[in-house]
Each structure stands twice: as C-alpha cells, then as structure tokens.
C-alpha cells in the first residue's frame, strides 16, 4: 500500500470511525494500521474496543506445562527447543515420569491446568503420546487437560494411519479436553517452505482446528512473528483466522508469540522484535480479529513489564503461571520460570482491571 500522508491520515481516521462503530476492518486497513508510527492512538483505540467487547476483566490460570519429549523430527529454524536422539540435552519422558513432573507442581493448591505440548518423536507412535496423557488424566483426574498443536495432531494422523478426526476422538476420549494454540507460526507457504517444512502446512494446521470445533472441540490460535515473514503476511494470517472462526466460532484466544532468535538457526541474522513492535501487534490483533473475544499477552516471551503493558494495548489474557515451562526459555525468554499467583493478580490489580483465575475454557473459578 503505497499512500501519501495525507491519505494515510484519511485512513486512519476512517479506520477509527469503523472501529468505534464495530464495524470489521478489511485486509487493507490491517496493512494501514502496521505503517502507522501512533503508538498511543494505536494503544487507545485497540483498548476501547477491549473495554467494549470483554469489560475490564483479566484472564489467568494456574497452570503447569508438560514437555513430554524435546526430540523432534521436524527441525524448525525457528526453534530452540528440539533435539535429535542422539543430542546432548535430549530427553523423553515416561508415563510415570510425566506423573511425577505434575505431581510436583500439584504443591501449588490452586493448581488448575495441564499445558501438554511436545516435539515430533520420530520413533513414538500415537499410542505412545495416548498413553502418557492418559496416565496424567488418571493421576490428576480434577486437572483440566489442555495439550497437543495443529502440527502434533497432524503428526499423529500421518504416522498413525488414522484420519485427524479420529486422532481427535481418541485424545478426546483419554482426557484431552481443548486444543493448544501453537504451531500456526505464519500461515502461508513461502514462511513454511523456508522455515518448517517438515511439519503440517498452512492449510493441515487449519484443517486440524476446523475438524477440532466440528467435534466440540475448543482450540487456540497463534501467530510467531518477527522472523522473515512481511507485515502484510501478518495481516493476512490474521485474516485466515478470522474467516475460520467466522466459520466456527471455535478459538477460545489468540497468541501473538515474538520471535526469540538467540538459540536459533536464524539467530545471526534476525534481531529480536522491539517493544514497539510487540504492543502495536497486540493491538492491531484486537482490531482485526472482531471474532476472537481474547487476546493474549504472553509474559514469557513479551516479559513481564510489557504483558502488562499489552494489557493496556487490547488484551485481556494474561495465560497463567506456566509451572515448568522450557520451550519458549530454550529459545533465550529472560522472563522467569514461572510467576506466583498472588504476582499475577497484582499486575493486574496495578492497571485498574479486575483478575480473574479461569480453566483453559475460560470458564472463571474466581475473581479477584
């Protein structure tokens, strides 16, 4: 979009009027919004439509990841995290040891969430995933159960024989009762054939969550960016988002997840996105995507001082307490380990909003 300034103020004030009124904002009022340098204008607007579409509740849970395995087939340039068998650092968990991993957590009282995400073995079978899941739906029965992305379940399909729908059904039937956001990373195939080509496309990682939310089936949505990806391919992942959940109506939230570049194959040659760039991506997330009601700042990878912030910019979820998470600390997050509960409730209290501790289906188990 090549416009003048003059033309560009036109637009912006266009697109405020159509953002106060609720109508939805088009393809070229994304690209528009990107180019704008107003980071307060951009800030405002995204939070009176946070304020008008979700009040000023904060989204958070207690919540433990569970990485059940760092040995991936599926070596992303992206990523900090997997390992082949034979690597230093690698490892695998048993069913017993994913036990013990939780059992651990399950110190924390107020412990409310299973977070169950891991790398493509390339020797594991699908039963072999069930088992695991199973064992901790049987040990921790009162734990809600949120794991697996697009691509594992896509993994799963592949090297099971079994259609997507049927991989489904049987995690479904092991305990498994939402579906986790990651692996969307950007969704068009000239990112993916560079950077992950050896997992599901752009097309499998939509086709997993519509199949999802035909069965009931309530899933996330992410979007890792600031790596070789164009702002106009930012807008236009958002824009197959929406028209899926127009579709559906089955995402629960969408994640905006910086690229960590430091541990990486691409670490010498993309710089770690800027503040800047964070905020104006979770507004213009919550200006565009008019049919997901959340919008998450992800202190891990944002941090914690600009989560907080971001929650002024048009998100209302803040994720949890993410007990033993290493994914996203592989990969270089300076954010801590985990953050209490009583830190959580207080980042919130600190901007005026009100928190409220919910399971992975946002269904609120207290208010503060």
Known sequence: MCLGDDELQSKYLDIEKKAERGERLTYEDGVA?????????????????????????VYYNVNCHVNLTNIC???????????????AGAYEMSASEAVAHVAEAMRDPHLAGLHVVSGLHPT??????????????????????????????THFAKTSGLSVREVLLRLRDAGLQSIAGGGAEILSDRVRDELCPNKATADEWLATHRTAHELGIKTNASMLYGHIETLEERVAHMMRLRDLQD??????????????????????????????????????SRLLLDNFRNIKAYWVMLTVPVAQVALGFGANDIDGTVHKETILHDAGAKSPRALSEDHIIRIIREIG????????????IETY
């Open 33 to 57: 919004l990107f180019a704008s340098h107003d980071i307060a204008w951009l800030g405002a607007l995204a939070d009176h439509v946070r304020a008008e579409k979700c009040g000023d509740i």
């Open 73 to 87: 087939m599926a070596h992303c340039k992206f990523c900090a995290f997997g390992r082949d068998a034979e690597d």
């Open 124 to 153: 594991w079978t699908f039963d072999d995933y069930l088992l695991r899941l199973r064992a901790l739906h049987e040990a921790f029965p009162s734990l809600y159960l949120k794991g697996f992305t697009g691509v594992e379940i």
């Open 247 to 284: 579709e559906t109506g089955g995402f629960q939230t969408f994640i905006p997840f910086p690229f960590l570049p430091s541990h990486t194959e691409l670490g010498r040659t993309v710089r770690q996105t800027s503040m800047w760039d964070d905020l104006r991506t979770i507004a213009i």
């Open 353 to 364: 909003r009100t928190p409220a501790a919910c399971d992975s289906n946002f269904n609120i």
